[in-house]
């Protein structure tokens, strides 16, 4: 079945760095659009990046542009998020989801949690 | 960016009973407009997406209307599942794509 396994949360003091990972599988990957969303503690939901299919292009929230970078390797079937110069304010489960051509979301992985803290 | 507003913030319901919840846009998306469902500790599911069409498994009691800037998220005879938080969101104009604040759907 389809299947979207985050990795790569933890604890990072402010200023430093993370990648987060996204294993997808039971689908051709390489023919989706790929997100990024995060959710604050008690707090709703935050479109973060998203990825076309082919990688040829990439848009990003205001609140991370230039500090995040998203990407992928279709031949791993695996999204990435880099995310550097880490602020309290990042601190949020971060969910890949699968984009449908018409822009929603239909398929989200169970999350990994980051914590930004000194 | 279009700013997604949704009513109320919390909505007690009995089981059984009808649940309506409303989302607004600053501004028209169409029909560009998704629902989606979040229990405590696990990820969103879509329920609805082109603002009135079910994601594959979701019960007909789920509906969803609107276009333009007002829609509706009704469900017809809530069971105990489905007390959760919904959210819509909106991916007519983008980036960024965005959500409304969620409403907390709770047992009266």
């Known amino acids: 079945q389809v299947q979207l396994v985050e990795s790569g949360g933890g604890v990072v003091q402010p200023g430093r760095s993370l990648r987060l990972s996204c294993v997808v599988s039971?689908?051709?990957?390489?023919?989706?659009?790929m997100h990024w969303v995060r959710q604050a503690p008690g707090k709703g939901l935050e479109w973060v990046a998203v990825?076309?299919?082919?990688?040829?292009?990439?848009y990003y929230a205001d609140s991370v542009k230039g500090r995040f970078t998203i990407s992928r390797d279709n031949s791993k079937n695996t999204l990435y998020l880099q995310m550097n110069s880490l602020r309290a304010e990042d601190t949020a489960v971060y969910y890949c989801?699968?984009?449908?051509?018409?822009?929603?979301?239909?398929?989200w992985g169970k999350g990994t949690t980051v914590t930004v803290s000194s | 960016e279009i700013v997604m507003t949704q009513s109320p913030a919390t909505l007690s319901v009995s089981p059984g009973e009808r649940a309506t919840l409303s989302c607004r846009a600053s501004?028209?998306?169409?029909?560009?407009l998704a629902w989606y469902q979040q229990k405590p500790g696990q990820a969103p599911r879509l329920l609805i997406y082109?603002?009135?069409t079910r994601a594959t498994g979701i019960p007909a009691r789920f509906s969803g209307s609107g276009s333009g800037t007002e829609f509706t998220l009704t469900i017809s005879s809530l069971q105990s599942e489905d007390f959760a938080v919904y959210y819509c969101?909106?991916?007519?104009?983008?980036?960024?794509?965005?959500f409304g604040q969620g409403t907390k759907v709770e047992i009266k």
């Open positions: 039971g689908f051709t990957f390489s023919t989706y659009g």
């Open positions: 501004q028209s998306v169409s029909s560009n």
């Open positions: 969101q909106q991916y007519n104009n983008w980036p960024p794509w965005t």
């Open positions: 082109a603002a009135s």
């Open positions: 990825i076309w299919y082919d990688g040829s292009n990439e």
């Open positions: 989801a699968r984009g449908r051509a018409s822009g929603c979301m239909d398929v």
